[in-house]
């Protein structure tokens, strides 16, 4: 298994809502990232897990809660979210640090989410 | 803080020609990777071509092929022989080994369009 496998593909929600989106792989990667991306823009990071711990979160607002409850998944809680949080939210993965021997990320297709 | 810049935010090439992207970076580090990855339509992310800093050699990847040049931070993407699915969003990555993860940064990327 080469992939890394995102659900929802779509997400409307409402604003009061609760939602959770979720990734997975089954790579013995040990590293899983977050990254948000609006139209027409490149990724930007949110987490970073490595190891089952949470590494950077790069100021991302209280609204938005990962969870990495094991070393193949991934989560992203979802509350009292703005519209401007709608966008194509992408999870990724990477092997450990091997010296010499990155290859970038595993990327999933991810979830376009909608708040209105 | 890494930064990366791709000063082309649309191109287009005719089917069968050669098209190349551009990208520059600034970074301290010495040690580091840079990557161009595809975004078609479909959302996904996936990797074209990878760069290892301290390689001299200019990576090739079948009809991709880049041309780094360390000391000017530069690194550009030819596509020789586009075809109809080459039309994507690339984007230009620049990796830093950090700890346990690593730390990807993308340009805004060059929307590529290839003409029948």
């Known amino acids: 298994d080469t992939e890394v496998t995102q659900t929802p593909k779509h997400l409307v929600m409402g604003m009061t809502n609760k939602k959770s989106l979720k990734c997975e792989q089954h790579?013995?990667?040990?590293?899983m990232y977050w990254y948000k991306q609006k139209a027409k823009k490149p990724p930007e990071l949110m987490f970073v897990?490595?190891?089952?711990?949470?590494?950077i979160n790069e100021s991302v607002p209280s609204r938005f809660s990962p969870e990495c409850p094991n070393s193949s998944l991934l989560n992203l809680h979802l509350h009292a979210l703005q519209p401007e949080d709608s966008a194509l939210y992408l999870c990724?993965?990477?092997?450990?640090?091997?010296?010499?021997?990155?290859?970038?990320?595993?990327f999933g297709s991810g979830t376009r989410l909608t708040v209105v | 803080a890494q930064t990366v810049t791709q000063s082309q935010p649309e191109m287009s090439v005719q089917e069968a020609e050669t098209v190349t992207l551009s990208c520059t970076y600034d970074?301290?580090?010495?040690?580091?990777?840079l990557f161009w990855y595809k975004q078609p339509p479909s959302r996904q992310m996936i990797l074209v071509i990878r760069?290892?800093?301290?390689?001299?050699q200019n990576a090739t990847e079948n009809r991709f092929s880049v041309n780094f040049q360390k000391a000017a931070k530069s690194f550009s993407l030819k596509i020789s022989d586009s075809q109809l699915g080459d039309t994507a969003m690339y984007f230009c990555?620049?990796?830093?080994?950090?700890?346990?993860?690593?730390?990807?940064?993308f340009g805004a990327g060059t929307r590529l369009t290839v003409k029948p």
């Open positions: 990724a993965s990477s092997q450990d640090l091997l010296p010499g021997l990155p290859h970038g990320y595993t």
């Open positions: 790579m013995g990667h040990r590293a």
């Open positions: 897990y490595s190891y089952e711990k949470l590494s």
């Open positions: 970074t301290s580090e010495n040690n580091y990777y």
């Open positions: 760069q290892e800093a301290y390689k001299q």
């Open positions: 990555a620049f990796m830093k080994l950090s700890g346990d993860y690593n730390d990807m940064r």
